[in-house]
């Protein structure tokens, strides 16, 4: 297993490379003296610059009033928001409070910016068919996580989903590139995703070593043509996934189609709200019951079930299949599920950051469901006298609740999409109400947003860092808030201080359209690189002498170097026909100077960032003579940046 790192210190120093700005300012005119002009102006460092830190816990420590959205030019945010991107494939980050797009992360999607999807190594991460063309183009992420340690985020890797093509993929975040991404086997419409936060049996591996993913659509097991006009056959797993090795654990069938996912501080349990728990194939039968369910996985059971052989596979899938339907899971001391009855099509289940409770949005119900963790482990036990009973609070607060974040003090802030508010609410009245005192006061506060909110999520919320400052209301129309830009509006994801007793709207954000889930991650938790280490790239072109082109019958490779402002291969000479790879390793070590590589009519583009290595396979089908440019802004001879590609009849 990769080891863990240590928990970031805010007083850690990140050590600095010197920056694009310092080296154009030094460098520019430089360039222009002969020698100068090929490789040699990689080297610029002002050794007078001090490092910069990104700050700690204190950087985000302002006064309730003092909470607003501006952030003064050349300063930092205190948080990183990072957010699905829905149906355009990627993540995004953002910074919190100023709402500034810092970066677009391509994941199931193609980004001719990068070169996401172009490359080899992102087609390798990506999956091809037999003729080396992408399996899939499309994606649909809607929900991202971080890893943990202790409780909190431990900046290590982000996990995300793809609806469409049943896909999780991880990222680093010390890169904030995509490094794995895997196909869940049987499974589709995967939407809910969580790490889980510990180990079930050994408290001493308190780290994400898992990651469960819910299925929303039932098919049949296996989908390959047979029971297709049979839906009673059809099913649903719940998979565990390994966070170190990407591969698919186990997976456990369940009755009912899977929402979302929450995980247990302690890492005994995790959960998915359910609609469809009649297993039905259409919507008036989807509607028949008058309860869905949370159903939750007693994670070392099941894993001991699959360390017994207890356990069936589906199709060509070697991943082991654990029965975790009510037929076979009867006697609560050897199940390994438990269904917990909840408000009708609930949308959305969130831990409390005190580990004691989690929270199922009732969407067509009014309502909130507070379920203990501690009675579904007496249910587990056997001492619980049905899963009802796990139950301690159904507040109503509103119309159309669908996602619950909270600030740690214990209060909830649920999303009400029909009302187009965000409600705040106590969770300690709550479960008073519930037992009978007509007099507590669940409700705190209500605030309109604009309009109909879907997902709602607030700063370290996910964690037990929780520190009720800032609750972002991710809304599904804009309609009138900003300037019209035709049929397709841009969403709003608007910013609440929820630092004081009542909530204040401080800012509306635009997002394109449309990111669902998110998380916001204080700022000293997030330690990047600055360059890469060329070493870590076994094809790296590291030396002039490297700098060469090999034929191998008609496969050509050329092996390419990169610094402002030069390519050091002046002129690329292959026949028409040829099968032409491209590496390209860029020797600038200043940060922020990434070169581009675009070769017209060939379809190819991407970047290089410092010290990194990249490559492309292409055919060169057509003669002709091409340029081979820098697309990425790197010198004040940047035009000058440039190759001959000659192919030749």
């Not at 610029?44 to 302002?62: I, S, V």
């Not at 390994?336 to 580990?355: E, F, I, L, M, R």
């Not at 796990?390 to 009400?416: C, M, Q, R, W």
Request: charged share 25%; glycine share 10%.
């Amino acid at each position: 297993m990769d080891a863990v790192p240590k928990k970031p210190n805010a007083d850690d120093a990140v050590p600095q490379q010197p920056n694009r700005r310092n080296f154009l300012g030094k460098s520019a005119l430089l360039g222009l003296t002969g020698a100068g002009l090929t490789l040699g102006l990689a080297g610029c460092k002002d050794e007078d610059a001090p490092a910069k830190a990104a700050g700690g816990p204190a950087a985000a420590a302002a006064s309730p009033q003092a909470l607003g959205h501006e952030v003064a030019p050349g300063q930092l945010d205190d948080y990183y928001h990072f957010s699905s991107g829905g149906h355009s494939g990627e993540a995004r980050i953002l910074g919190v409070p100023s709402g500034r797009t810092l970066r677009r992360i391509p994941v199931f999607n193609i980004d001719p910016m990068v070169g996401w999807g172009i490359t080899n190594e992102s087609k390798a991460i990506m999956g091809t068919k037999a003729d080396g063309s992408l399996k899939y183009t499309t994606g649909d992420t809607h929900h991202v996580h971080g890893s943990y340690k202790d409780g909190s985020y431990d900046g290590r890797w982000l996990f995300i989903n793809d609806k469409i093509h049943s896909r999780i993929a991880r990222i680093r975040m010390d890169t904030m590139e995509c490094d794995k991404i895997t196909e869940l086997p049987n499974v589709m419409g995967f939407h809910g995703i969580f790490p889980d936060k510990c180990d079930p049996l050994d408290a001493k591996i308190n780290y994400t070593t898992r990651v469960f993913c819910g299925s929303e659509f039932h098919i049949p097991l296996p989908n390959d043509g047979r029971d297709l006009d049979d839906p009673s056959k059809w099913g649903c797993l719940f998979s565990c996934v390994d966070a170190a090795t990407m591969e698919v654990r186990w997976q456990v069938r369940v009755d009912g189609n899977m929402d979302l996912v929450a995980t247990s501080y302690d890492g005994k349990l995790a959960a998915s709200n359910q609609y469809n728990v009649e297993g039905a194939a259409d919507l008036a039968g989807m509607m028949a019951a008058e309860r869905d369910a949370c159903v939750f996985f007693d994670v070392a059971r099941v894993e001991q079930m699959v360390k017994d052989g207890k356990f069936s596979t589906i199709g060509t899938s070697k991943v082991p299949v654990v029965d975790g339907r009510k037929a076979a899971n009867a006697d609560p001391k050897t199940a390994v599920t438990c269904y917990v009855p909840v408000g009708k099509n609930p949308h959305g289940v969130n831990a409390s950051p005190d580990g004691k409770y989690f929270v199922c949005a009732g969407k067509l119900s009014p309502t909130a469901t507070v379920i203990e963790l501690a009675l579904v482990q007496k249910w587990f036990a056997g001492e619980l006298k049905d899963e009802r009973a796990a139950v301690v609070a159904e507040p109503e607060i509103g119309l159309g609740p669908l996602h619950t974040g909270f600030d740690g003090k214990g209060n909830a802030y649920t999303s009400l999409f029909l009302d187009s508010q965000v409600v705040k609410w106590n969770v300690a009245a709550a479960i008073a109400h519930f037992k009978g005192d007509k007099k507590a006061k669940v409700v705190v506060d209500r605030m309109d947003v604009h309009y109909q909110p879907g997902h709602g999520y607030s700063s370290m919320g996910e964690t037990k860092e929780a520190d009720g400052k800032y609750f972002n209301s991710g809304n599904k129309f804009s309609k009138d808030r900003f300037l019209p830009v035709g049929p397709l509006h841009a969403e709003t994801e608007q910013l609440i201080n929820i630092s004081g007793e009542k909530m204040v709207m401080i800012a509306d954000h635009t997002a394109y359209p449309e990111p669902h889930d998110g998380i916001i991650v204080r700022r000293d938790v997030v330690k990047t690189r600055q360059i890469y280490n060329m070493d870590d790239f076994p094809n790296a072109v590291k030396t002039p002498a490297d700098s060469r082109i090999e034929r191998k019958g008609n496969k050509v490779f050329v092996y390419m170097m990169s610094q402002a402002p030069s390519f050091s291969m002046p002129v690329i000479k292959v026949k028409k026909g040829d099968e032409v790879t491209i590496t390209l390793t860029n020797h600038d070590k200043v940060e922020d100077l990434t070169h581009g590589c675009a070769i017209p009519t060939f379809n190819v583009n991407f970047i290089v960032n410092p010290q990194e290595t990249k490559s492309v396979t292409f055919k060169a089908d057509h003669a002709g003579a091409f340029w081979v440019y820098c697309t990425h802004f790197c010198h004040a001879l940047h035009l000058e940046m440039r190759s001959r590609l000659l192919v030749e009849g």
